[in-house]
């Protein structure tokens, strides 16, 4: 599987962007998606996560309220909707699959542990 974000750009401070991430080169079924971030200088951390069936997500606490995570399977794409930006969620966002259920995909998930990932895009948010 092999996964393709985009979407990322400028923006000003309480502006919105829509990430995407398609997948293709294999099956989809089954995947728990997830999205990253890694600003400059810090360790890459987990953002959110959806289930296969876009039935269950979850979210850190500093993106909750703001951040949308949503997935439409027979396009192979997984969503992040982000509003209200600021200028520390600066970053280079990545999305990444993990081959397995939800409540096991997302403790994975959580601790950077995906069996596929995207190449980036990057979000800068202007103040």
């Known amino acids: 599987v092999q996964l393709q974000a985009s979407g990322g750009g400028l923006v000003q401070a309480g502006g919105s962007l829509r990430l995407s991430c398609a997948a293709s080169?294999?099956?989809?079924?089954?995947?728990?998606m997830g999205w990253f971030r890694q600003a400059p200088g810090k360790e890459r951390e987990f953002v959110a996560a959806i289930s296969w069936e876009g039935t269950y997500t979850y979210y850190v606490d500093f993106v909750k309220g703001r951040f949308t995570i949503s997935r439409e399977n027979a396009k192979n794409t997984v969503y992040l909707q982000m509003n209200s930006l600021k200028p520390e969620d600066t970053a280079v966002y990545y999305c990444?699959?993990?081959?397995?259920?939800?409540?096991?995909?997302?403790?994975?998930?959580?601790?950077?542990?995906?069996?596929?990932w995207g190449q980036g895009t990057q979000v800068t948010v202007s103040s």
């Open positions: 990444a699959a993990k081959a397995s259920g939800w409540t096991v995909g997302t403790l994975k998930l959580r601790k950077g542990e995906a069996d596929f």
């Open positions: 080169g294999g099956t989809f079924s089954g995947y728990t």
